[in-house]
């Protein structure tokens, strides 16, 4: 499993330098309050940073099943992200920014969530920790999960004030990390 992370996260970053040139970002300080939770929650959960006591306790007892599902989950949502990533081509950005040319991206993954790369993060998220299968990975898990939360907000603020009503309707119709079935509005002449 920590193969798979590796191999996702040198392609990510060699991503990186195929980004469109940043025109707006959000402060220093706001990308700090979602960074700390992201950070901290990666460190305990992908290298264990609390050891002993309830933190190195079992979540559940130990299972082939459990860890190969996970390591599923794992390969599942780290597929899904990277294709969100690649769909969203150069206005990716780890920073929560507007590139030249910034564009409400409505196709591909974009018409099942808002934020496709946080919900294939948020599977493969879920799959490490049954992997892990401990208390401390599944706090980690929680920060991350927080810190993915206050920066989607910020990212919202920032599309809904740049892009206005356009953002705002494709808020109300597509659901920002949890896929839903979408429910058909008929017109029966009321």
Known sequence: MVALW???LAGWWLGALKSARTVARASPGSQL???IFTWIGAALLFFNAVRGGIFSAALYPSSPIAAWTGVALVVIGLS????????????W???VTLKTE????KTGPYTITRHPIYTGMLLALVGTV????TVV??????????GFVLKLRQEERMLTEHFGDDYRVY???VPALIPHPRQRRTDRGQ
């Not at 910034?102 to 991206?105: Q, V």
């Not at 049954?130 to 299968?133: E, I, N, P």
């Not at 990975?137 to 927080?146: H, M, S, V, Y």
Request: charged content about 20%; cysteine-free.
């Open 33 to 35: 309050t979602y960074s």
């Open 102 to 105: 910034h564009r409400i991206i």
């Open 6 to 8: 590796l191999v996702w």
């Open 137 to 146: 990975g599944l706090i980690g898990f929680a920060l991350i999960a927080t």
């Open 93 to 95: 950005s780890a920073r």
């Open 130 to 133: 049954l992997v892990r299968d």
């Open 80 to 91: 899904y992200a990277v294709w969100a990533r690649l769909h969203l081509g150069r206005m």
């Open 171 to 173: 808020r109300q119709e």
